[in-house]
Each structure stands twice: as structure tokens, then as C-alpha cells.
């Protein structure tokens, strides 16, 4: 049976609001120098009053408050910056954009800016090769949090640098031992490069740190399938569908995994329970016909492939399966047709079966 590997992308938002203190002043003459601090006092305190707003995620009044710090000081990149955070978080990415480049332009050396800039590239756009340029930029001008080298992390993972996102995800692991997320997507990279051991132990590393981590445990399943290790996969999906009862694929990858120990009865119950919650997912469909084709079901197999097909007619795995439905009910020109079809779309092993017909 065809197993689909769900790779979830846990992307950490560029939002970590902090204030300044205040400078205490007492001139014993109106000066310029005495106008400055005092402008500058007022956008500190105007600042703080947007990082109070933000951290209670009182995003529209945080821009305000920026604003207004940004009255008495144009050139506060501190203020331009978290105002881009704040736009971000209201979905107002071109304003958002427009302060993470103002912020650099300012200040140069704004590390954090460089990050910001960069995550919200590749929100819009995975492949930008801009989006590592901003995190290394992030990094040399000090910003090296492990968020930067989890977020750059995934930047080379989805551009399959798989190399370079394990020394990435490392990175943060070790400025972050707990960080769940990074283990998650380190594990998606192992997973990439058929390393599906080492897969297993940082899933397991996931959920330990994050219980609630409910992909990682339908992930840590598809690892434990690969290694044919049914049973530990069938508590592991258990585990992620009591955490999200509506979690589809978690209940196809358990029906996938009773089915390979045998217990058709189960798995039937399974691939059912996760049609009912999304009734057009075609892999459950394949997967349910396989289950029917093995308890003697053919023509309810072929009625599931046929859906499955219906939804995709470049489903390869549903036309070599109807093909077996089809030859155990006699119909082998139409068997022949559908490994045909199978071979056609790239499927090597349907050539063997392809030999039966005349």
C-alpha cells in the first residue's frame, strides 16, 4: 500500500516584542541636547507602550504606538522594526516589508531586521534564494538565535539542502536542547535521506518535549511503518488521533498499518473513519479497495478505486490495484488495461504483470 509522508513545516513568526529603559534627565538649560533626550524619552516610552500592546496582541494600537515613538525619533529603527512585527501579525504584509527595509536601511547592522525580512520572503515565496541571504545576514550581524538557524534550517530543507538543514536544525537544537519543532523537522530531514532511524529518535525527541505535537506522532508512525515496525506505529497513530479526533490521515496511516499485520476487519474501520472526515481523500480510498481486494470484496475494491481514480486519473497505485481487483474477477483485458495505465504513469513492477496479457 502506497504511504504518504506528512511533513509538517512549523514555521516560527518573527514576533518577540522587548522594551527600552528611560534615561533620566535634568538640564539646567533648554538646549538641543536637552530637546533630543527628551525626544528620545518620549519615543522610549511611546516604544514601550507598542511592546506592551503587541505582547497582548493588540497589534492595531501597537502601530499606533510606534507611530507615535517615530514622531520624536524618524530614524528609531527599534520602532520601525517592531511596527513591520505588529503590520505582519495584521496581515498587512507590504507595510510590514516596507519597515523590515527601512529598519536595515537605518541600521545596517539590525540583525533581527535582516530574520524578519527574510521570513516573511519566504512566506510569500519558498524558493527566494533572498531568504538565506537574510538569515546569514541575520546571523553575522548577531542575531543567531535558534530560531534563525531552525528557520534557515527550513529554508534549505524545503530547497532540499538536506546537508545543510541537518547543520542548521543541529544548530538550534543546541542553543534550544528542548526546542520540539526543530527535532520535527530535523527528523523530516533524516526522513529525506532514507536515514529513517535516525528519523525515529528525533520524532520521539519531538513528542517528548511536546506531548500536544500531534504530526509528530503521525510522523514518528510513517517512520515506524518504513522500518516494519507495525505495532509501535499503530500506538503511534492511536496517540495522534486521540489528540485530534478529525486527524484523517493519522486514521488512513493506522488502516494502513492493520493492514499490513493482517487485521483487515480493523483497518476497515480505520480507512472508513477517515473517509467520513474527508470524504475525498483518494489514498484512503486505494487503501480501503486493498483492504476489500484481500477480504475477497473485489467489485466493493474496484467502486473504491474507481472514486479514487475519479479524483486523480494519474493515480498510479489505484489503477495497479484495480488491475489486481479486476484479474481476480476475471476480467483480464480490463486488468491488462489498468497495469498498462499503472506501468505508463511509472510504475516498474506492473511490466511483470503485464507479461499475463496476450
Known amino acids: 500500500m502506497n504511504q504518504k509522508y506528512l511533513i509538517l513545516l512549523a514555521l516560527f513568526a518573527c514576533f518577540s516584542f522587548s522594551g527600552f529603559g528611560?534615561?533620566?534627565?535634568?538640564?539646567?538649560?533648554?538646549?538641543?541636547?536637552?530637546?533630543?533626550?527628551?525626544?528620545?524619552?518620549?519615543?522610549?516610552?511611546?516604544?514601550?507602550?507598542?511592546?506592551?500592546?503587541?505582547?497582548?496582541?493588540?497589534?492595531?494600537?501597537a502601530v499606533l504606538d510606534f507611530d507615535n515613538a517615530l514622531k520624536y525619533r524618524p530614524d528609531f529603527d527599534m520602532a520601525i522594526l517592531q511596527r513591520g512585527k505588529a503590520s505582519y501579525e495584521l496581515n498587512k504584509y507590504s507595510q510590514a516589508m516596507s519597515d523590515f527595509n527601512s529598519a536595515i536601511s537605518i541600521n545596517p547592522a539590525n540583525g533581527e531586521a535582516y530574520f524578519c525580512r527574510g521570513f516573511l520572503t519566504?512566506?510569500?515565496?519558498?524558493?527566494?534564494?533572498?531568504?538565506?541571504?537574510?538569515?546569514?545576514?541575520?546571523?553575522?550581524?548577531?542575531?543567531?538565535?535558534?530560531?534563525?538557524?531552525?528557520?534557515?534550517?527550513?529554508?534549505?530543507?524545503?530547497?532540499?539542502?538536506?546537508?545543510?538543514?541537518?547543520?542548521?536544525?543541529?544548530?538550534a537544537i543546541e542553543l534550544k536542547p528542548e526546542y520540539a519543532a526543530a527535532y520535527q523537522e530535523r527528523a523530516s530531514t533524516k526522513r529525506a535521506i532514507n536515514d529513517y532511524q535516525g528519523a525515529i529518535y528525533d520524532y520521539r525527541q519531538a513528542v517528548n518535549f511536546d506531548p500536544n505535537m500531534v504530526t509528530a506522532y503521525n510522523n514518528l508512525g510513517t517512520m515506524q511503518m518504513k522500518v516494519g515496525d507495525y505495532q509501535a506505529a499503530i500506538e503511534s497513530f492511536s496517540v495522534a488521533v486521540q489528540l485530534d479526533p478529525n486527524y484523517y490521515r493519522a486514521y488512513n496511516n493506522r488502516g494502513n498499518a492493520r493492514y499490513q499485520l493482517g487485521d483487515y476487519t480493523e483497518a476497515a474501520a480505520d480507512l472508513e473513519a477517515s473517509l467520513k472526515l474527508k470524504n475525498d481523500f483518494n489514498k484512503a480510498m486505494n487503501n480501503l479497495g486493498n483492504v476489500y481486494t484481500k477480504q475477497q470484496e473485489y467489485l466493493k475494491a474496484i467502486e473504491m478505486y474507481n472514486a479514487a481514480i475519479e479524483l486523480d486519473d494519474q493515480y498510479a497505485d489505484a489503477f495497479l490495484n484495480r488491475g489486481f481487483a479486476r484479474e481476480l474477477t476475471g476480467d483480464l483485458d480490463a486488468a491488462c488495461s489498468d497495469w498498462q495505465m499503472a506501468f505508463s504513469l511509472g510504475i516498474q513492477e506492473a511490466e511483470q504483470y503485464l507479461k499475463e496479457c496476450k
Open 22 to 61: 528611560q534615561d533620566s534627565i535634568a538640564p539646567d538649560s533648554v538646549s538641543k541636547e536637552y530637546v533630543n533626550m527628551k525626544n528620545k524619552r518620549m519615543a522610549d516610552l511611546s516604544y514601550n507602550k507598542g511592546v506592551e500592546a503587541a505582547n497582548k496582541k493588540d497589534y492595531s494600537t
Open 122 to 171: 519566504f512566506l510569500q515565496d519558498t524558493s527566494d534564494k533572498t531568504v538565506i541571504n537574510d538569515y546569514n545576514m541575520a546571523i553575522d550581524k548577531g542575531f543567531s538565535t535558534s530560531y534563525t538557524y531552525y528557520n534557515r534550517g527550513v529554508y534549505k530543507l524545503v530547497n532540499k539542502d538536506y546537508n545543510g538543514a541537518l547543520s542548521d536544525f543541529t544548530r
